[in-house]
Each structure stands twice: as C-alpha cells, then as structure tokens.
Nanobody
C-alpha cells in the first residue's frame, strides 16, 4: 500500500515561513509527478506547485517567487517551502502524487489527507 503522509503545517505570522513535507510511504515502483494543492475556506482546490519526474517545477502565479517545490528522491519526499506567507495563503494543503505502487498495474492518482496552514497575526 502507498500513502502520502504530510507534515509541517501549522500557524505562522504574515511574512513568516513554513516547510511542508510529503512522504511517499510504501512500496513505490514509479513516481511520475508530485504536487501540492490547497483549498481555502469556500474555495475550490487549486494547484500550488508541481514537480515532474525530471525535476522540472512549476509554481502558481499566486505563489510564484514565494514558494518552492523540491524533492529528495532518496527519501521519497517532496517539500513545499513557503516564504513571505500571507493571510490569503491560509488553506488546507494537499500532497498529490501521480505514481505507481506495488499493488497498482499502472500509474494512478494519490492524495494526502491534507494539512492545515494558517497565516495570521
């Protein structure tokens, strides 16, 4: 079984920083891409940042210049470094993976449970 385990969320003041981690646990055969999404109160889930199997990253316009997505392949972990946080960044952040586990016949979509990030003074 494969699970995405998120950590690193919490409360931070505006202008502060947080680093979210997503551990891809279980027996994984392949990871095509990983991403972070977020969903604020009363909003739809939106893509924040993505990293593909070549290490190429994309960041949404609202997060560009402030957020960085990265990975540690040896640890099967993807990170989201969030700097210069704003109140509008407050949301539940979800780790997403397009990957293949030992019980999968091909790539499928995996989601973490979500982790709260609150930016408030």
């Amino acid at each position: 079984q494969v699970q995405l385990v998120e950590s690193g969320g919490g409360l931070v003041q505006p202008g502060g920083s947080l680093r979210l981690s997503c551990l891809v646990s279980g027996r994984v055969h392949a990871i095509n891409s990983m991403a972070w999404y977020r969903q604020g109160a009363g909003t739809q889930r939106e893509l924040v940042a993505e990293i593909n199997n070549s290490g190429t990253t994309t960041v949404s316009a609202s997060a560009k210049g402030r957020f960085t997505i990265s990975r540690d392949t040896a640890k099967n972990t993807v990170y989201l470094q969030m700097n210069s946080l704003k109140p509008e960044d407050t949301a539940v952040y979800y780790c997403y993976g397009d990957l293949m586990g030992s019980g999968d016949r091909w790539l499928r979509h995996y989601w973490g449970q979500g982790i709260q990030v609150t930016v408030s003074s």
